[in-house]
């Protein structure tokens, strides 16, 4: 049986709920998901549904168009309806640490990720027998500050090239250029090793260190021009105490971040985040 | 603005959603909160809806009957429409020990459950200064096993002229009667100091420790006649580690007890709690 | 049987933990807690012990003019020897908001604090009942821009009068002034509702709202001159996601911060906290 | 400069510390990390002490012998001394699950672990590709009712040929023989994927779907001869709501088994974790 995830985004209005749900009937969907939200001070609404298409002669191409033209003009949706069959795209950054490739690419061998890995990117070398490992191809595409422009033109053309739609920071430790950025919004996720908004930047498990924290956490989010401001998609935390050292925190903070950019990556590929206001609704 | 709030339980149908949320349009409310589960093995449908009433003349009543004869005849629905600002009556039922009930009258007198609290009844006089620090009418019933029925009887009395809603029992000692269990279906709330379904009975603190577990828990459930068995609300964890004695246990354990009932009795009061197969789905 | 707890802290060297058994075992302790810290980088060292002392004729005092004389001078120690049956006096600071004075009250009434409270100052008279209920003798000591000078010397005389031992501020909303931190240093509780360093300030549910953030905590800490960067002793966390409002931030938080702040009052009344460097060791 | 690490176990008695690190200091020894704890109720006494050499010409082997003779015989004492440096080799036993044998072998890869791993030994052909693309030898060894001595005593000359010190059971399904218990006794650690002792045996995810619990969890424990029952070393726990099926409960139940059978590796791994009356003492 086909199935079907509908997205939507839009002002908040009387009579939406009916609408899509009576849509998803005429096209012979039985909804087997729904979830909404009311952003009610921004008056905005959202909407995840899944649905299983009862009719096997369904065009899931011709129910898109359909919907456009009946509902989501009149409504002014944004608004994504995905073919769950398809699996989403991702291409992988990386640069020297190797805990979150290592995990990443164990749960894809597994089968737990519902995407592709056609290639992985970096600006060394080091990881390169990693991939080798998992047969993931390998791009090496230095990036210093005088090659900026030239490297970023590789990484754009290996993603087009690959028809990339999603990539993941593995601990990637450059930053996002604002072209590739403006070309992937709210599509390049980042982990970040701190417990966000506190310690942004460079170093964090060392000022957490510093500042006695019993606490430290790991933060996944999209990249945004501002660096560590883009808007959150998971967090989680673990507890630390006095005996530990900064390598300690270091430690425990690998898996933090491991769980953490993994949970991210499921929920970005089943298609359960959506984003606004710099802030993330997530259907989970 | 009057709000209401609509629970509805039934089989699986096609057109749920689109023919309730019609409804809502057409009893001019607006919908603030929509949240449904399917259980698809079962082929169960579940439903919880708030709304504003933008008709000032509207009238919950005229709702509650045009929706009885409307809908929920055709799609066999159990459901309740509430009205947001009636509070639900609670009894409480304690014995001797104190900080579960500390807990709840502190969070009371606060404001911060949306309940009315009539009175509480005890097979004890231990906690009747507690009561009447806060004012609470205190019932002392005598519990023994030669006035069972007696004792049952009182019990069933108070909490009809008081016209209670539903039950908390605050580490109530007593075994509850199946003639007060029928009566209260799905309306006695009772904290198990383990993480169910591990420990059941008494002394779990003691057994916990003998089987050197790492985490201890509670557990919120609504009361049925087989002990310890019945619907899960909800359940909360603390770590414990070799050097903590039984004592400590019980003291840690006393914060998961206070805080895992005081977030059941919330969901109850809210009405976010519907009960099916032995299980609760919690709309929170 | 008489109990003794010793908190050591001083430059690490070689034969401290051997000098201090032996010297427990000359007094005729028997060790029933031993944890030590070393801080490797400032080389420094950390110890707590209790003991029971099994001759019923030993004098505390006899032992602590001991221990100075014989151990402490020559390894230049910060020490403690504390009589386990003296409670320390705590004094409560709150303004209006309530829900941590109601926690800290029944956990004082149930018996599960080993303080004593002899007064709660406040600023304003809003929770003079709640004093009053408890039996706990309640001051009001007004605290404007005109009259900080006067509001502290009152806080102060009360303070002194009463032989107050350590300050917990239960949500009080003022600055504390140099004067009494330097009188109470390492001795003032605060609750912050924020995962410090996140959020510090006024407002942290909102600010934490307005970012997106999946987690909110609450810290505890000593009040140092420094607004919210004092030494932290416990912090905890709780989920929080898209369908929260700030309201449901702040209900959230509430639980969170009655619980922090009862935890860091138990590890402060059990002289489980040494202070350094803006730093606890917690030995817990 | 060499390292060592001393577990102590024994009765417990007045003046064990002291005589401990007196000997410590004796050796030429700089205590790094001393814990210690005392079962009151049993009278049983424990330690872990680290300790840095100080002088290069110290033997790890003499201070061994000078130990036994001169302190662990007078308080017949269970100990062990070991030299930081000699890592421990682990066996691997799998059978068609991999996620556990990736991420063991993940970390293991990037140096997380501090182990030698010379073998995986499996019953089932399935996992054989991961063990070659990380290098490891892998032995395929049946183990049907019909061979069960056979595969046995193929197991034990593996193991013994590889001086294998423990054995990991990462999600190994078959139950272990009573010889092999014997010979690695506190030394096979298995994962079980519930919080035990609720839902011991097969199918736990199952089980604990139908009870309708709202958090799951996976158990690190030694293997005994009694299923399931033996001393646990970690747990942890996830939540789950009625949103969740039972391949939810499967797939956030693979996080969990992975972290938690993990970190009872390192505590193993790093002689953190000592055992008695069916119990852990883990020094963390």
């Known amino acids: 049986m086909q199935k079907i995830t509908l997205l939507i985004h839009c002002k908040d209005q009387k009579g939406i709920i009916a609408t899509v749900t009576n849509f998803i009937l005429k096209v012979e969907g039985n909804i087997t998901y729904l979830d909404q939200h009311v952003d009610m001070e921004q008056n905005v609404f959202f909407m995840r549904l899944e649905s299983e298409l009862t ?44 805990h979150c490739l ?20 970096s600006n060394h070398m080091d990881l390169k027998p990693i991939a080798d490992q998992f047969n993931i191809p390998f791009y090496h595409v230095p990036f210093t500050k005088d090659n900026k422009v030239e490297g ?42 701190s417990f966000l908004p506190a310690f942004p930047g460079a170093k964090p498990y060392h000022s957490a260190f510093k500042r006695g924290v019993k606490i430290i956490g790991a933060t996944s989010h999209y990249v945004t021009e501002e660096l560590d401001e883009g808007p959150i998609i998971e967090q989680d935390i673990t507890r630390v105490s006095h005996i530990n050292s900064v390598d300690d925190f270091i430690m425990k903070g690998k898996d ?8 991210a990556i499921k929920l970005h590929a089943e298609r359960k985040v959506m984003v606004y206001s710099n802030k993330t609704v997530v259907f989970s």
Do not use: C
Request: hydrophobic letters at 45%; aromatic letters at 10%.
């Open 55 to 98: 009719n096997p002669a369904s065009s899931v191409e011709a129910i898109r168009a359909d919907f456009q033209q009946t509902i989501a003009t009149d409504f002014n949706m944004s608004w994504d309806l995905y073919n769950k069959e398809v699996k989403p795209k991702m291409a992988l950054f990386v640069s020297k640490y190797n």
């Open 102 to 121: 290592y995990d990443i690419l164990g749960r894809y061998s597994a089968g737990e990720l519902n995407v592709e890995i056609p290639l992985i990117i």
């Open 152 to 193: 970023e033109k590789q990484q754009i053309e290996l993603l087009q090239k690959h028809k990339i739609n999603f990539i993941v920071l593995a601990r990637y430790m450059q930053i996002i250029t604002p072209d590739l950025i403006s070309l992937y919004e709210n599509k390049i996720i980042n982990i970040h090793h």
């Open 256 to 263: 933090l971040e491991r769980t953490v950019l993994a949970r």
